[in-house]
C-alpha cells in the first residue's frame, strides 16, 4: 500500500509541476480517500487551492498536514502565508509564535512576522478603489519597463483591492514579462471574472494561455475577445499566433490580414504573417511581408529572424546570415537567432561557427528541446565523433527526462494480443524522404494483422503524396498543438504496443513526447541516423552495413537488424523512361550530385576535383535551390577554382520540381555520393533512372549509408574505401563506356528486384522483426 501511495504522490507532484492542476488534484485527492492525514497531499492541495486564490480552501489542509508532522519547515510557512493572505492576522501570530517553540527562526519567519507588523491594522475591503496617482505610478513603472518595480506595486494593490481589476491586468501582463506564465494565467482569469465583458483581458488570457501550451482554451479565448470587441487588433493578431501554433495556417493568415486591415501599420502583425506564409511555402510574400515590418519598425529583432528564415529556406544563405546577425544584435539574449544562425552556417559548410551559435542558443533557453536537436542533428551529420555526440546526447536526454516527469510504468497495451497496434510518429508523412521510403511498407502492410496508427506532428496534407499515406492508416491522430505530456497519455490510452520514431533529431520531431515512454516498446527508425539519446528508447532499426554490432557503443539504444536493408524506397509515380547513357551521343562524361551544397566538404570538393583532372572533357552536374541565386553559383566555381577547375566544367542548376528533377539524371552518366553525408533519396531515385553510384566507405551510420544501397542495389563493386581509390573506381567506371551503357539499360529493372526496392520482401521483414520485439517483451515480464 505505501509503495502504491508513494508512486501516486510521485505523479501528482510531476503532474503539478507541469501545472496540470486538475490532474494533480485528482491524485492528492486520491490518496487522502486511502490515507486523511497524509502530510505531503494535505499540503499540497493547499499550495494548489493558494496558487487558485483560495486561501481560505487551503487552511485546513495546511492544517491537517501540520498535525501529522510538524517537523517541516514549509508547512508551517505555508499555513502562516495562507492565514495573512484570509487576514486572519491574530490566528496567523499565534501559529508564528508556535512555529519558534518548534525551533523554527528563519529568515522567511522574519519575513512573515514583518509581514503581520505591517498589515495588521488592514482591514479587508472590497469595493473601494485604489487613487488615481497609485494607478498612474503602477502604469508609469510597467511602461518604463521597471517590472520588478510594477509587480510589487500590483501585488499591493490586487491585495489591498482585490476586487479592482485593473490591478489584475496589469499583474498579470508582468508576470508574463517575467515568464511566471501560470501565474500570469491566473491573474488574466481574475481579471476575466471582474470583467467579463474586456475584450483585452480575455486576448490577454488567450496569449498566457497560449505560451503554456494550452491551444485550445487559448483559441476560444481570443475567439471571445474578438466576439466583444470585433475591432480590437491585438485580439486578432493573437488569435493568428494561436491558429499558427495549432498548424492551422490559412485561418492564422486571414487573422493576421484582418488586424493589418484594420491597422496598416501594425508591424507585428506583418511579421507574423510574414512567419505564417513562409511555413505555407509561399516564400516571395513572406519576404515582402517581413521587410515591410522592418520598414515600419526598423529596429524590430523578431522581423528580421523572420526575414533570415525566409531566406534561409530560399537558398540565399548569405542574406539570411546578414538578418540574423541584426537581429542578435537588436535582441543579443533571444535564442531563436542564435539557432537559426547555426543552421544557416551549417548550411554554409562552417561547422564549428555554426556549433558555437546553437551552444549560445542552448546557453539562452538550456530547456527548449529543439535548439538541442539542432545540434545534435548538426554533430550527427557533419562532425560525429562518438564521445562529442554523446556528450550532447547525454545533456539532451537529462533535459527531456526532467521536463517529462515520471515516466509511464504500465500500459493498457501490455497483455499479449494476436493482432498489434502500432504507432508512427513523424511531421514527414508526405512529399518528403520519409514519405517515399514508408508508403510501399504501409501498402504491404494493409492485410497483416498490423494496426496503423499515425501521429502527425505537422499538418503536411497538401500534396498526393501526404493523401496516400493517409489512407494507409487506420487511425489519423495529429499532435500538433497537443503538449508533450497530452500526447504521451493520448498514445498511452491508445493501447498501441510499438511505437516509432521516425524523425529521429530532424525538423518537427516529438522525442520529448517518448521520454514519458507512451509505449512499451519504442523504436527509432527511419528519419535519422545516429542515437536519439533517451535511455526510453528501446531500439533503433538498422541493418548489417548501417549498424553493425561492433558500433553498438554509438547508440543509447540496442540495435535491431533487418536481414538486409532498413530502408525500401516506393518507386516515383511520374512516367520517366531510363534513355541512352548520355556520354555516348555528348562524347564526354558528366558526373552529377544532386544534393545539399553543404555536404560538398572541402575534402569532397577536392576528391571530385581530382575525378574531373582524370577524365578529360568530363563534366559535373550539381543542383540546388542555392544555386537559384549567384551568390551560390559563385561559391561552388570558387571552391572548384582553388583545384584549377573552371567554370565550363561545372553544370550548376537550382531547384525545381521533383518530375523535373528526376529528369535531370537523364543528363548524368555517373552519380557521386559526397560524405560523411552522403545520398539516400537522392541515390534510390538516381538508381532507379538508371545512374550508378560511387560512394565511400564510414565509420559511423550515416557514412554507411553508401553500403547499404550499394549491396542491396547489387553495386558493393561501386563502394571505395578510401579517397584514392574513389577517384580510381569513378575514372574506371567512366572509361568503359560500352559496359556503363549496358548496366544503365538494365539499373531500374535490378534494383526493383533487389532488397532496397522490393516492399513485399521488405515488409515480411518489418513483420517479422516487430513481432519479435513484442516477443522479447513478453519474455522479460
Given at each position: 500500500?505505501?509503495?502504491?501511495?508513494q508512486q501516486v504522490l510521485e505523479q501528482g507532484v510531476a503532474a503539478h509541476k507541469a501545472g496540470k492542476l486538475q490532474?494533480?488534484?485528482?491524485?492528492?485527492?486520491?490518496?487522502?480517500?486511502?490515507?486523511?492525514?497524509?502530510?505531503?497531499?494535505?499540503?499540497?492541495?493547499?499550495?494548489?487551492?493558494?496558487?487558485?486564490?483560495?486561501?481560505?480552501?487551503?487552511?485546513?489542509?495546511?492544517?491537517?498536514?501540520?498535525?501529522?508532522?510538524?517537523?517541516?519547515?514549509?508547512?508551517?510557512?505555508?499555513?502562516?502565508?495562507?492565514?495573512?493572505?484570509?487576514?486572519?492576522?491574530?490566528?496567523?501570530?499565534?501559529?508564528?509564535?508556535?512555529?519558534?517553540?518548534?525551533?523554527?527562526?528563519?529568515?522567511?519567519?522574519?519575513?512573515?512576522?514583518?509581514?503581520?507588523?505591517?498589515?495588521?491594522?488592514?482591514?479587508?475591503?472590497?469595493?473601494?478603489?485604489?487613487?488615481?496617482?497609485?494607478?498612474?505610478?503602477?502604469?508609469?513603472?510597467?511602461?518604463?519597463?521597471?517590472?520588478?518595480?510594477?509587480?510589487?506595486?500590483?501585488?499591493?494593490?490586487?491585495?489591498?483591492?482585490?476586487?479592482?481589476?485593473?490591478?489584475?491586468?496589469?499583474?498579470?501582463?508582468?508576470?508574463?514579462?517575467?515568464?511566471?506564465?501560470?501565474?500570469?494565467?491566473?491573474?488574466?482569469?481574475?481579471?476575466?471574472?471582474?470583467?467579463?465583458?474586456?475584450?483585452?483581458?480575455?486576448?490577454?488570457?488567450?496569449?498566457?494561455?497560449?505560451?503554456?501550451?494550452?491551444?485550445?482554451?487559448?483559441?476560444?479565448?481570443?475567439?471571445?475577445?474578438?466576439?466583444?470587441?470585433?475591432?480590437?487588433?491585438?485580439?486578432?493578431?493573437?488569435?493568428?499566433?494561436?491558429?499558427?501554433?495549432?498548424?492551422?495556417?490559412?485561418?492564422?493568415?486571414?487573422?493576421?490580414?484582418?488586424?493589418?486591415?484594420?491597422?496598416?501599420?501594425?508591424?507585428?502583425?506583418?511579421?507574423?504573417?510574414?512567419?505564417?506564409?513562409?511555413?505555407?511555402?509561399?516564400?516571395?510574400?513572406?519576404?515582402?511581408?517581413?521587410?515591410?515590418?522592418?520598414?515600419?519598425?526598423?529596429?524590430?529583432?523578431?522581423?528580421?529572424?523572420?526575414?533570415?528564415?525566409?531566406?534561409?529556406?530560399?537558398?540565399?544563405?548569405?542574406?539570411?546570415?546578414?538578418?540574423?546577425?541584426?537581429?542578435?544584435?537588436?535582441?543579443?539574449?533571444?535564442?531563436?537567432?542564435?539557432n537559426n544562425l547555426g543552421n544557416t552556417l551549417k548550411e554554409q559548410g562552417r561547422f564549428s561557427d555554426a556549433e558555437?551559435?546553437?551552444?549560445?542558443?542552448?546557453?539562452?533557453?538550456?530547456?527548449?528541446?529543439?535548439?538541442?536537436?539542432?545540434?545534435?542533428?548538426?554533430?550527427?551529420?557533419?562532425?560525429f565523433g562518438v564521445e562529442h555526440y554523446q556528450a550532447y546526447a547525454r545533456d539532451y536526454s537529462e533535459m527531456a527526462?526532467?521536463?517529462?516527469?515520471?515516466?509511464?510504468?504500465?500500459?493498457?497495451?501490455?497483455?499479449?494480443?494476436?493482432?498489434?497496434?502500432?504507432?508512427?510518429?513523424?511531421?514527414?508523412?508526405?512529399?518528403?524522404?520519409?514519405?517515399?521510403?514508408?508508403?510501399?511498407?504501409?501498402?504491404?502492410?494493409?492485410?497483416?494483422?498490423?494496426?496503423?496508427?499515425?501521429?502527425?506532428?505537422?499538418?503536411?496534407?497538401?500534396?498526393?503524396?501526404?493523401?496516400?499515406?493517409?489512407?494507409?492508416?487506420?487511425?489519423?491522430?495529429?499532435?500538433?498543438?497537443?503538449?508533450?505530456?497530452?500526447?504521451?497519455?493520448?498514445?498511452?490510452?491508445?493501447?498501441?504496443?510499438?511505437?516509432?520514431?521516425?524523425?529521429?533529431?530532424?525538423?518537427?520531431?516529438?522525442?520529448?513526447?517518448?521520454?514519458?515512454?507512451?509505449?512499451?516498446?519504442?523504436?527509432?527508425?527511419?528519419?535519422?541516423?545516429?542515437?536519439?539519446?533517451?535511455?526510453?528508447?528501446?531500439?533503433?532499426?538498422?541493418?548489417?552495413?548501417?549498424?553493425?554490432?561492433?558500433?553498438?557503443?554509438?547508440?543509447?539504444?540496442?540495435?535491431?537488424?533487418?536481414?538486409?536493408?532498413?530502408?525500401?524506397?516506393?518507386?516515383?509515380?511520374?512516367?520517366?523512361?531510363?534513355?541512352?547513357?548520355?556520354?555516348?551521343?555528348?562524347?564526354?562524361?558528366?558526373?552529377?550530385?544532386?544534393?545539399?551544397?553543404?555536404?560538398?566538404?572541402?575534402?569532397?570538393?577536392?576528391?571530385?576535383?581530382?575525378?574531373?583532372?582524370?577524365?578529360?572533357?568530363?563534366?559535373?552536374?550539381?543542383?540546388?535551390?542555392?544555386?537559384?541565386?549567384?551568390?551560390?553559383?559563385?561559391?561552388?566555381?570558387?571552391?572548384?577554382?582553388?583545384?584549377?577547375?573552371?567554370?565550363?566544367?561545372?553544370?550548376?542548376?537550382?531547384?525545381?520540381?521533383?518530375?523535373?528533377?528526376?529528369?535531370?539524371?537523364?543528363?548524368?552518366?555517373?552519380?557521386?555520393?559526397?560524405?560523411?553525408?552522403?545520398?539516400?533519396?537522392?541515390?534510390?531515385?538516381?538508381?532507379?533512372?538508371?545512374?550508378?553510384?560511387?560512394?565511400?566507405?564510414?565509420?559511423?551510420?550515416?557514412?554507411?549509408?553508401?553500403?547499404?544501397?550499394?549491396?542491396?542495389?547489387?553495386?558493393?563493386?561501386?563502394?571505395?574505401?578510401?579517397?584514392?581509390?574513389?577517384?580510381?573506381?569513378?575514372?574506371?567506371?567512366?572509361?568503359?563506356?560500352?559496359?556503363?551503357?549496358?548496366?544503365?539499360?538494365?539499373?531500374?529493372?535490378?534494383?526493383?528486384?533487389?532488397?532496397?526496392?522490393?516492399?513485399?520482401?521488405?515488409?515480411?521483414?518489418?513483420?517479422?522483426?516487430?513481432?519479435?520485439?513484442?516477443?522479447?517483451?513478453?519474455?522479460?515480464?
Amino acid at each position: 500500500m505505501e509503495l502504491a501511495v508513494q508512486q501516486v504522490l510521485e505523479q501528482g507532484v510531476a503532474a503539478h509541476k507541469a501545472g496540470k492542476l486538475q490532474d494533480a488534484e485528482q491524485l492528492y485527492r486520491a490518496i487522502l480517500k486511502v490515507q486523511p492525514s497524509h502530510a505531503d497531499a494535505n499540503h499540497n492541495l493547499g499550495v494548489l487551492a493558494v496558487a487558485v486564490g483560495k486561501a481560505d480552501v487551503a487552511l485546513p489542509f495546511f492544517k491537517n498536514a501540520l498535525q501529522t508532522n510538524p517537523s517541516i519547515e514549509q508547512f508551517w510557512l505555508s499555513y502562516i502565508d495562507a492565514l495573512t493572505k484570509e487576514q486572519q492576522f491574530k490566528n496567523a501570530r499565534q501559529v508564528l509564535e508556535q512555529a519558534r517553540k518548534q525551533g523554527f527562526s528563519g529568515e522567511e519567519f522574519k519575513f512573515l512576522e514583518a509581514q503581520l507588523s505591517s498589515r495588521s491594522e488592514i482591514k479587508k475591503v472590497s469595493a473601494e478603489n485604489p487613487n488615481q496617482e497609485e494607478l498612474n505610478t503602477l502604469l508609469k513603472s510597467y511602461q518604463d519597463e521597471r517590472y520588478g518595480d510594477a509587480e510589487t506595486l500590483a501585488l499591493s494593490i490586487t491585495q489591498t483591492f482585490p476586487k479592482h481589476q485593473f490591478g489584475w491586468k496589469v499583474l498579470a501582463a508582468v508576470l508574463r514579462r517575467s515568464g511566471k506564465i501560470f501565474d500570469a494565467v491566473n491573474a488574466n482569469k481574475k481579471a476575466v471574472e471582474l470583467s467579463p465583458k474586456d475584450a483585452e483581458a480575455h486576448s490577454n488570457l488567450g496569449n498566457a494561455l497560449k505560451e503554456l501550451g494550452r491551444l485550445n482554451e487559448a483559441e476560444a479565448s481570443c475567439t471571445q475577445a474578438i466576439v466583444l470587441d470585433p475591432y480590437l487588433v491585438e485580439a486578432h493578431n493573437n488569435l493568428g499566433n494561436v491558429l499558427q501554433e495549432q498548424g492551422k495556417l490559412d485561418k492564422a493568415e486571414v487573422s493576421y490580414a484582418q488586424a493589418i486591415a484594420l491597422k496598416p501599420d501594425y508591424a507585428n502583425a506583418h511579421n507574423n504573417l510574414g512567419s505564417t506564409l513562409q511555413e505555407l511555402g509561399r516564400l516571395s510574400e513572406a519576404e515582402a511581408s517581413c521587410v515591410k515590418a522592418i520598414a515600419l519598425k526598423p529596429d524590430y529583432a523578431d522581423a528580421h529572424n523572420n526575414l533570415g528564415s525566409t531566406l534561409k529556406e530560399q537558398g540565399r544563405l548569405a542574406e539570411a546570415e546578414a538578418s540574423f546577425v541584426k537581429a542578435i544584435a537588436l535582441k543579443p539574449d533571444s535564442a531563436i537567432p542564435h539557432n537559426n544562425l547555426g543552421n544557416t552556417l551549417k548550411e554554409q559548410g562552417r561547422f564549428s561557427d555554426a556549433e558555437t551559435s546553437f551552444l549560445q542558443a542552448i546557453a539562452l533557453k538550456p530547456d527548449y528541446a529543439k535548439f538541442r536537436s539542432n545540434l545534435l542533428m548538426h554533430i550527427g551529420s557533419m562532425q560525429f565523433g562518438v564521445e562529442h555526440y554523446q556528450a550532447y546526447a547525454r545533456d539532451y536526454s537529462e533535459m527531456a527526462r526532467e521536463k517529462a516527469g515520471l515516466p509511464f510504468i504500465d500500459w493498457p497495451s501490455r497483455e499479449q494480443t494476436e493482432s498489434l497496434r502500432i504507432g508512427f510518429v513523424s511531421g514527414d508523412f508526405g512529399s518528403h524522404p520519409v514519405g517515399y521510403f514508408l508508403e510501399g511498407l504501409l501498402a504491404q502492410l494493409q492485410s497483416s494483422p498490423i494496426e496503423l496508427i499515425a501521429y502527425p506532428t505537422c499538418n503536411r496534407q497538401d500534396d498526393q503524396t501526404a493523401r496516400r499515406l493517409k489512407s494507409l492508416f487506420q487511425s489519423w491522430c495529429p499532435l500538433v498543438g497537443v503538449s508533450d505530456e497530452a500526447a504521451a497519455r493520448k498514445i498511452r490510452d491508445d493501447g498501441i504496443h510499438i511505437l516509432i520514431d521516425l524523425s529521429g533529431h530532424t525538423a518537427h520531431n516529438r522525442l520529448p513526447v517518448f521520454a514519458w515512454k507512451p509505449a512499451p516498446i519504442q523504436v527509432t527508425w527511419l528519419g535519422y541516423f545516429a542515437s536519439t539519446g533517451l535511455p526510453a528508447m528501446d531500439y533503433i532499426l538498422g541493418d548489417p552495413h548501417v549498424t553493425p554490432y561492433e558500433e553498438s557503443g554509438h547508440f543509447v539504444e540496442k540495435i535491431w537488424q533487418l536481414p538486409e536493408s532498413y530502408l525500401c524506397f516506393t518507386p516515383p509515380k511520374f512516367d520517366l523512361k531510363v534513355n541512352d547513357l548520355p556520354a555516348l551521343s555528348k562524347q564526354f562524361v558528366t558526373f552529377g550530385c544532386f544534393n545539399k551544397l553543404s555536404r560538398m566538404t572541402d575534402a569532397v570538393v577536392s576528391v571530385w576535383a581530382s575525378i574531373l583532372h582524370a577524365v578529360p572533357d568530363s563534366k559535373l552536374f550539381l543542383k540546388d535551390k542555392q544555386l537559384d541565386y549567384q551568390a551560390g553559383r559563385r561559391g561552388v566555381f570558387y571552391k572548384f577554382s582553388a583545384h584549377g577547375i573552371t567554370s565550363d566544367r561545372l553544370i550548376l542548376e537550382g531547384q525545381s520540381t521533383r518530375e523535373e528533377y528526376l529528369a535531370c539524371y537523364q543528363r548524368i552518366d555517373i552519380a557521386l555520393s559526397p560524405f560523411p553525408y552522403g545520398g539516400g533519396t537522392t541515390s534510390a531515385e538516381g538508381l532507379w533512372m538508371g545512374v550508378p553510384i560511387v560512394a565511400k566507405k564510414g565509420n559511423f551510420f550515416l557514412s554507411h549509408l553508401g553500403e547499404s544501397i550499394a549491396y542491396n542495389s547489387g553495386l558493393s563493386g561501386w563502394l571505395a574505401g578510401d579517397d584514392a581509390e574513389y577517384v580510381a573506381k569513378a575514372v574506371q567506371f567512366s572509361s568503359d563506356l560500352a559496359a556503363l551503357a549496358a548496366l544503365r539499360a538494365g539499373l531500374r529493372e535490378q534494383v526493383l528486384r533487389s532488397p532496397l526496392f522490393d516492399a513485399p520482401r521488405f515488409a515480411l521483414h518489418f513483420e517479422r522483426a516487430v513481432w519479435a520485439m513484442r516477443e522479447s517483451l513478453h519474455r522479460t515480464l
